[in-house]
C-alpha cells in the first residue's frame, strides 16, 4: 500500500476521533439553568398571574424543604380564585375532576413541564374536559406550606370558569 494513502487514511481517523470527542465533551458540559420566564402563559386579566405564582421560593426549614410565599400572594389563602392555564391530567379521560394545572404549555403527555412555583393542583366539584388549550377554573385557593407531594397549591371545589 501507498504511504500517502496510510497517512490520509490516518488523518481521516484522527479528525473522526476528535469530532466525536468534541461531540461528547459538548453533551457532558453543563446545561444553564431553567429560567421560568421565557414562555410562560402570559397573566391573564382576572385570574391569579402565574408571574406572582412563580416568585414562590424554595426554602429550608428544620431540614427539609418548602415554599416561601412572596407576601403579595399569602392574602389570596382560601379565597375564591381564577386560574388559568394548562391541564396535565393524573389519569386517562376526557373530563377530569383532579389534574394538574400548569404555566407551561406540555411537551410530552407523560412529562413535568414546571416545578411546583408553576403548577396548582386542582380538585374539582364538577368535571373540567380536557383542552390542549389554556383553561380558566374557579375555585378556593390553598397555599400548601407542608405538602407531602411537594405541591405549593391546590385549587379545591373548583369548577369551569371564564375571564372578565
Known amino acids: 500500500m501507498r504511504w500517502d ?24 458540559a453543563p446545561q444553564p439553568p431553567h429560567d421560568p420566564q421565557t414562555s410562560m402563559l402570559p397573566d391573564a386579566k382576572g385570574a391569579v398571574p402565574w408571574s406572582l405564582l412563580s416568585k414562590t421560593a424554595i426554602r429550608r426549614v428544620d431540614g427539609k424543604l418548602g415554599p416561601d410565599f412572596p407576601g403579595p400572594l399569602r392574602p389570596l389563602h382560601g379565597k375564591a380564585v381564577k386560574v388559568q392555564g394548562y391541564i396535565l391530567p393524573l389519569e386517562a379521560g376526557q373530563v377530569h375532576r383532579r389534574f394538574l394545572l400548569s404555566a407551561w ?3 410530552c403527555p407523560f412529562c413535568l413541564t414546571a416545578g411546583p412555583e408553576a403548577m396548582v393542583e386542582v380538585q374539582a366539584k ?5 383542552s390542549l388549550e389554556p383553561v380558566v ?10 405538602d ?17
Open 126 to 130: 364538577s368535571a373540567v374536559k380536557y
Open 148 to 164: 407531602p407531594a411537594g405541591m405549593f397549591y391546590r385549587l379545591v371545589d373548583a369548577e369551569p370558569g371564564t375571564l372578565n
Open 137 to 146: 377554573v374557579q375555585g378556593r385557593l390553598e397555599l400548601l406550606p407542608n
Open 105 to 107: 404549555s406540555p411537551s
Open 5 to 28: 494513502v496510510l497517512e490520509k487514511l490516518a488523518r481521516g481517523a484522527a479528525g473522526l476521533v476528535l469530532a466525536f470527542a468534541a461531540a461528547a465533551a459538548s453533551a457532558q
